[in-house]
């Protein structure tokens, strides 16, 4: 089984900086695609940060947030500079892999809270 687990949200006053962290463990052969998203409430969820062998970022979050990703520990990590209250959601960690069975599919985690407030 393939499993996406988040840290390092939580609460952050406006102008910090938080990282995220998405570990991805189970019967991995390769992952392609892996990002964030993210779903503040009443909203619909949206695409932060996308990393194949190039990255992508929403308009919003350009400049200060930062995708990268160790294939070696199956981590992928957002960097999260310049904090603004209309930061906060629930931040998903999503990944394409190829299990070991040759299977691909998209996986999610469990989403971890950021809240930017003062």
């Known amino acids: 089984q393939v499993q996406l687990v988040e840290s390092g949200g939580g609460l952050v006053q406006p102008g910090g900086s938080l990282r995220l962290s998405c570990a991805a463990s189970?019967?991995?052969?390769?992952?392609?695609?892996c990002g964030w998203y993210r779903q503040a409430p009443g909203k619909q969820r949206e695409l932060v940060a996308a990393?194949?062998?190039?990255?992508n970022y929403r308009d919003s979050v350009k400049g200060r947030f930062t995708i990268s990703r160790d294939n070696a520990k199956n981590m992928v990590y957002l960097q999260m500079n310049g904090l603004k209250p209309e930061d906060t959601a629930v931040y998903y960690c999503?990944?394409?892999?190829?299990?070991?069975?040759?299977?691909?599919?998209?996986?999610w985690g469990q989403g971890t809270q950021v809240t930017v407030s003062s």
């Open positions: 999503y990944a394409t892999i190829i299990t070991g069975d040759y299977v691909i599919r998209d996986y």
């Open positions: 189970g019967s991995i052969f390769n992952i392609n695609a």
């Open positions: 990393i194949t062998t190039s990255t």
